[in-house]
């Protein structure tokens, strides 16, 4: 597609559910990243895949928290026993390499607004 | 670890004043350097970058200048314009990961 598509763009659940946020990125990009973005806060990092293999999950903040990208492009984060403090927007991106030539900028997408109640 | 510092805002300027957004950092090895952007309703956005000291990233009339000796990489603007107002981001990614760091954002509002 033309850009990073993240669905659902709002979701409202209760404490305790299960969540799973999908992140389609730009055709052909390799690696694909997952970011959290508390209010008022930057991006943290959660994880990051090239290919379909998770290359850096360090972030992930808990064994609440998954991700998987099969096929090496869709990635859904999955998020479970949700808690409170697990309210943020979570941020995709994708790009179509490593390394920091101008092929290879992130593009993130607008991100899925997690509330939980 | 890594960090990123950046001056809290809002920053409220009139149009064609002059933009200055701190920027410090704390990393293990030699990291590059970006700013970001979130304008209103969008996703974030590169904005510049600098891949080591003393490099200097710019674009849309923004600067940023790598500052090692200092640990700096602060953002200026010569004019401001009504649509320059955003959220700017300031980050690093240190040698060897693919992780960026983030500072906390700085919002800049521009006043006609």
């Known amino acids: 597609g033309a850009g990073v598509s993240q669905t659902p763009s709002n979701k409202v659940t209760e404490k305790g559910k299960y969540v799973e946020l999908r992140c389609d990125p730009i055709s052909g990009h390799t690696a694909l990243y997952w970011y959290r973005q508390s209010l008022g806060q930057g991006p943290e990092f959660l994880i990051y895949f090239q290919g379909t293999g998770a290359a850096d999950d360090s972030g992930l903040p808990n064994d609440r928290f998954f991700a998987v990208r099969p096929e090496g492009s869709v990635s859904t984060l999955k998020i479970q026993r949700t808690e409170r403090g697990d309210s943020a927007v979570y941020l995709c991106?994708?790009?179509?390499?490593?390394?920091?030539?101008?092929?290879?900028?992130?593009?993130f997408g607008a991100g899925s607004r997690l509330t939980v109640l | 670890g890594n960090s990123v510092t950046q001056m809290e805002g809002p920053v409220t300027l009139s149009e064609e004043a002059f933009l200055t957004i701190n920027c410090t950092y704390t990393a293990t090895g030699y990291p590059s350097l970006f700013w970001y952007v979130q304008y209103p309703g969008e996703g974030l956005q590169l904005l510049l970058k600098?891949?080591?000291?003393?490099d200097k990233g710019s674009n849309k009339g923004f600067e940023a200048t790598y500052r090692k000796e200092t640990t700096s990489f602060h953002l200026e603007k010569g004019s401001v314009q009504v649509s320059d107002s955003a959220v700017y981001f300031c980050a690093l990614r240190d040698t060897g990961r693919r992780a960026l760091t983030f500072g906390s954002g700085t919002r800049l509002q521009v006043q006609p």
């Open positions: 991106a994708s790009s179509q390499g490593l390394g920091d030539s101008g092929a290879n900028v992130l593009t």
């Open positions: 600098a891949t080591k000291a003393d």
